[in-house]
């Protein structure tokens, strides 16, 4: 019972009974709002996307840990070699001293 009863008001709030009639649907609805229908489902509002990373194609001149024997800062998200660079694990994680004191004559 109480199913019909709001697809009753959502029959009357759409416009859709011909009693009401075009004029009755406009005054009863606001210019540019959605109308509910008996099947439809509300949808949430759309959330906000999160901004793309810059895509950079070349590394930065900045040394990473300021130590110019560890690399650049950052490396290219893009372009071919952040492509060969997919996976790679900087200083296979080490610390930067540690990497140095085990790799670094």
Sequence with gaps: MRIE?????????AGL????GVAG??????AGAPIATAGAKAKAPAKAKAPAPAQRTTCSTAAYANNPLLGPKRVPNAGPVARLLRGWERLAG????????LFYD
């Design 17 to 20: 009974l011909p009693a009401w």
């Design 94 to 101: 080490f610390s930067p001293r540690g990497y140095l004191k």
């Design 5 to 13: 009863r709001v697809a009753m008001m959502l029959v009357l709030a």
């Design 25 to 30: 649907a406009a005054a009863a609805v606001p």
